[in-house]
């Protein structure tokens, strides 16, 4: 265990968006305020077993990305906005006929306890090729012996984005040849630019490790 493993993790914080432009690149991510109570990440996808001779020979598995879903104490009326089911209007905010699926980025922070005891933003995480086609559910209940406050449950599905190498050309595996996608992608304090990590959409890239194992030639003349 490495001294940035957390021995518990808890919390979501600090949840920002960004909407995917046309030429590929993000905007400045927006803010979606203090209202994040949970997230629930989940695979969406499927396997098939090949059996032959009585025996699984192998597997092909169907992997379309994943499943996320952003509980809110409310709902962000300009995120509303921004993926096309709200409105501003003369007297009000309307809730409209769905006009857009955009594509955008989302991001939120979690905290931990390390093994040395220490407590605080143990990871920043971006979750790409984001989409949300469904409207959250609205239901208020009347306050009795306690209050009964409203919770909000967004539904989202992540697509991805494809894993560029060092000099921004599609990364392929070394093994299969095919490109590799990339769902989410995680900082902790341990790895370069953690600090600012959430200030902008962090596109996947591969570490140059052609530049890390290169030695550089201090000689002076020859």
């Avoid at 490495?2 to 600090?14: E, G, H, Q, T, Y």
């Avoid at 169907?62 to 300009?78: F, Q």
């Amino acid at each position: 265990m490495s001294k940035n493993d957390a021995l518990v993790r808890f919390n979501i914080k600090n949840a920002k968006w960004a909407l995917k432009l046309e030429d590929g690149k993000y905007e400045v991510p927006k803010s979606y305020g203090k209202i994040s109570r949970k997230i629930a990440i989940e695979a969406d996808s499927n396997t098939k077993k090949i059996f032959g001779d009585g025996e699984c020979q192998a597997y092909i598995i169907n992997d379309k990305g994943k499943s996320v879903v952003l509980t809110t104490n409310t709902l962000n009326n300009e995120f509303e906005q921004d993926m096309g089911r709200k409105m501003e209007t003369a007297k009000g905010i309307a809730s409209i006929k769905q006009q857009k699926v955009p594509t955008f980025a989302l991001y939120f922070e979690t905290e931990g306890v390390m093994p040395d005891g220490r407590m605080g933003i143990l990871a920043k995480s971006w979750l790409y090729g984001m989409k949300s086609p469904t409207a959250p559910s609205e239901s208020f209940e009347q306050t009795t012996d306690d209050i009964n406050e409203t919770v909000y449950e967004t539904s989202f599905e992540a697509s991805g984005e494809i894993l560029k190498d060092a000099d921004g050309k599609e990364y392929k595996d070394e093994k299969t040849k095919c490109p590799v996608r990339v769902w989410l992608l995680t900082s902790t304090p341990d790895m370069p630019d953690f600090d600012t990590f959430g200030d902008t959409v962090v596109m996947p890239t591969m570490r140059d490790t052609k530049a890390e194992t290169t030695t550089p030639n201090t000689a002076e003349g020859e």
